[in-house]
Structures are given as structure tokens and as C-alpha cells.
């Protein structure tokens, strides 16, 4: 059974760069597509790119200036950067597998909760 | 980005039938069978229900029912349950996009 889970600081000041990983598990980062979707708290989710295993990306419009997300198929990793974040980027960050031939997400990780403050 | 316009908040009885719906264009849920429903608990992650707007993965009990007309979609849960009551988000291919979400509805059993 695929197992995701977010990694990385659950704090960030303003105008720095929010960093996280999604470590896979129970099977290979190969042949699939990946993606990260946010929440801020108690409102909706919000799709923010993915990316496949050759390193293909595809990022939602309104955050793609400011979003990289990479793959390290060797470590069965792939990486959300976020830079010049505000306080409205707090939110639990998801990371996903994604089924890209009726682009559906099938496994989640649990979430990490980043929160933007001085 | 567009969203999918999903109602705020649905409510039912032990053992009534309630159906959700989420509201798109041409553009994404009128233009494509790809309409995916996920359930999501308090602090948990969201968890796929429905995907391809009918189908259900392994394990999804069959109360759980996914429905497509026009640029509308529709999700029935049938022989409501205390377990049921969570927000659900319904998720459409939205072709340049490429993915929208609907803002959520939460449902509550009496």
C-alpha cells in the first residue's frame, strides 16, 4: 500500500521561502504523476501543481511565479518550494499521488500544518 | 482559476439519503467525465470516494454514489450513518487548468 509523508519546518517568516518534501513509500515515485494541494484553515482545498517522474511539471495560474515543485526519483521524493510567502499561505500542505488519466488524487499523505509569522 | 460551486452545508437523518452538488461550466464539469468526490474528516486527510463521476475505489461502500448531468455534479450518500457526517469536495479536470476544487459542504447527520 503507497504511503506519503510531509516533511519540513512548520514555520515560516514572511517574504522567506516555504520548503517541504513528500517522502513515498510502498511502492515507486516511477510512472506516476505526484501533486501538492494546500488548505488553509477551515476553508477549501486548493490544487497547487504537480509533477511526473521524468520531471514534467504543471502549476496552478495563480501561484505559479512563486511555486517549484521537484522530483528525486532516487530518494522516491519530490519537493514544494514556495517563495515570497505571506500570511496567507498558512495552510496544511497535502501531497498526493495522482492518476493522470481522469486526473483524480488516490493517495494523500496526513498533512503539515506551515504557518506564516514573524 | 475558477471553482466549483458546491452548497455550504447538507443535513439528514439516520438512514435518509442526501445529495450534494457541485456546479461547473462546460469547462470542466460539463466538458469532461472526470469528476472526483473526496470525504474529509475533522483534522484528516481528504480520502477519494468517487472518481471518473461514478466510480468507486476498493473499500468505498456502494452507500456512496456519484452522478453527472449537464455542467452539474452530484454526489448521494444512501442509508445515511453517524460516520458520514464530514466536509466532502468534489474535484473536476478543468482542461488549461487543470484542476478546480468545489469550496465544500459539510454534511451533518441529526
Known amino acids: 500500500q503507497v504511503q506519503l509523508q510531509e516533511s519540513g519546518p512548520g514555520l515560516v517568516k514572511p517574504s522567506e521561502t516555504l520548503s517541504l518534501t513528500c517522502t513515498v513509500s510502498?511502492?515507486?515515485?516511477?510512472?506516476?504523476?505526484w501533486s501538492w494541494i494546500r488548505q488553509p484553515p477551515g476553508k477549501g482545498l486548493e490544487w497547487i501543481g504537480y509533477?511526473?517522474?521524468?520531471?514534467?511539471?504543471n502549476y496552478n495560474a495563480s501561484l505559479e511565479s512563486r511555486v517549484t515543485i521537484s522530483i528525486d526519483t532516487s530518494k522516491n521524493q519530490f519537493s514544494l518550494e514556495l517563495n515570497s510567502v505571506t500570511a496567507a499561505d498558512t495552510a496544511v500542505y497535502y501531497c498526493a499521488r495522482v492518476q493522470m488519466a481522469t486526473l483524480h488524487f488516490d493517495h494523500w499523505g496526513q498533512g503539515a500544518l506551515v504557518t506564516v509569522s514573524s | 482559476q475558477p471553482a466549483l460551486t458546491q452548497p455550504r452545508s447538507v443535513s439528514g437523518s439516520p438512514g435518509q439519503s442526501v445529495t450534494i452538488s457541485c456546479t461547473g461550466t462546460s469547462s470542466d464539469v460539463g466538458g469532461y467525465n472526470y469528476v472526483s468526490w473526496y470525504q474529509q474528516h475533522p483534522d484528516k486527510a481528504p480520502k477519494l470516494l468517487i472518481y471518473?463521476?461514478?466510480k468507486r475505489p476498493s473499500g468505498v461502500p456502494d452507500r456512496f454514489s456519484g452522478s453527472k448531468s449537464g455542467n452539474t455534479a452530484s454526489l448521494t450518500i444512501s442509508g445515511l450513518q453517524a460516520e458520514d457526517e464530514a466536509d466532502y469536495y468534489c474535484?473536476?479536470?478543468?482542461?488549461?487548468?487543470?484542476?478546480?476544487f468545489g469550496g465544500g459542504t459539510k454534511v451533518t447527520v441529526l
Open positions: 474535484c473536476s479536470y478543468a482542461g488549461r487548468y487543470p484542476v478546480v
Open positions: 510502498g511502492g515507486s515515485i516511477s510512472s506516476y504523476y
Open positions: 471518473d463521476v461514478t
Open positions: 509533477i511526473y517522474y521524468s520531471g514534467t511539471t
